[in-house]
């Protein structure tokens, strides 16, 4: 597909495709799978950034090949290709549509760090070639994509694998046992915080397309809207048609350690408040949020800035866990334990980075395992964003079934369970 392709034929190609894969279910060269010490062949979704960073790290893991670096920019393609360089004996391919790299039997795995409102149509479409797939946090744009997923990772038995590194970290996983064992006795609460220093997006205007970006491919799934200057690369970030704002961006991975340490899965009521306060220009997601997500038995309250750098516990990202016997503070590369009287009586350090996450998909591959953040786990994370962003967005405190995460008592909220998508594009199972 190239950036003149004509709608019609974008369309048209999308539905055949999406058939094809459901159709192709089942045949036995599109179920491949990778055995025990077999090369795993991987094709990369989005690299204009942090998907550059992905293919550096797995590329540089034993027993990888990456075949393809997939970008709807021409530029990005490039600098996917240079973050491989040396590091295998022939470069990836460069494409610009990721369904290309699913029509390869050869590729095992699609790693997916697109925009947000790509995460799980790709996912789906993905699975139901027979390709397991990483995907980016937050797993999903909304809580309906979510059950998607799961339901595509479990009919296609695909290794989905959701871009929260922490629950691979050794000093994370070792903090979360000593939570979940008892050091503290019964937690009561925990505390997760994101601090940034962004600046203003400024007031977009319509402008060209720039040369080698195909447009209509990087919208997909998304109904169209017009070009505009202040959206592409990063801005979509708090644009909610794309993306789910500075608590799906970053809030993710502290609320799935809270989550995790508390041993928690789908709230009852949900309350936020907040606003964009710093900057009077296009961004429609708070710069400034607090979000309070009551289980019955304990809480969790996340507060982000987007604004100013400074935190909590002299660090800009955290979790802190509030118990019987003391408090356990972590900035995802350390913990520290306090006693009832606020005196520190441990403190761990580690530097094992991303790497044991990418270790962890490649493992869950070879064995067929649940890898460590897989999708169900991944989804329950994401509700507790969206449902946050939901609470603002309505104004209101949001009620949830608890067995299911599901809203109630409310007619207007569930409307943003979904969304809306461009004509033959709606992710089916």
Known sequence: MTPNSSRRDFVKRSIVLGAGYAALAGSSPLARAAGANERIVL???????????????????????????????????????????????????????????????????????????????????????????????????????????????????????????????????????????????????????????????????????PPGLDYTLWQGPAPERLYRDNVVHYNWHWFWHWGTGELGNNGIHALDLCRWGLGVDYPHRITSGGGRYHFSDDQETPDTQVVTYEFGDNAITWEGHSCYRRGFEGSTFGAAFYGEKGSLVTDGGSYRIYDPQDKEIAKVSDASGDAPHYRNFLDCIRSGNRPNAEVEEGHKSALLCHLGNIAWRTGRTVNCDRASGKIVEDREAPRLWRREYRPGWEPKV
């Open 43 to 209: 094709g990369f979704m989005g690299v204009n950034s942090r998907g550059s960073d992905l293919a550096r790290g797995f590329a540089g893991l034993e027993g990888v090949e990456i075949a393809y670096i997939c970008d709807v920019d021409d530029a990005a393609i490039a600098k996917g290709v240079k973050a491989v360089g040396d590091k295998q004996p022939r470069p990836p391919k460069g494409v610009k549509d990721f369904r290309h790299v699913l029509e390869d039997r050869d590729v095992d795995a699609l790693v997916i760090a697109a925009p947000d409102h790509w995460h799980a149509p790709a996912t789906i479409l993905a699975c139901s070639a027979y390709k397991h797939v990483y995907v980016e946090k937050p797993a999903c744009h909304n809580p309906y994509e979510g059950e998607l997923m799961i339901a595509a990772a479990r009919k296609f038995n695909r290794v989905v694998q959701v871009g929260m590194q922490r629950r691979s970290m050794p000093i994370l996983i070792e903090a979360m046992e000593k939570l979940r064992g008892g050091l503290l006795g019964r937690l009561f609460f925990s505390r997760g915080w994101y601090n940034s220093n962004r600046g203003t997006i400024g007031r977009g205007k319509p402008a060209p397309i």
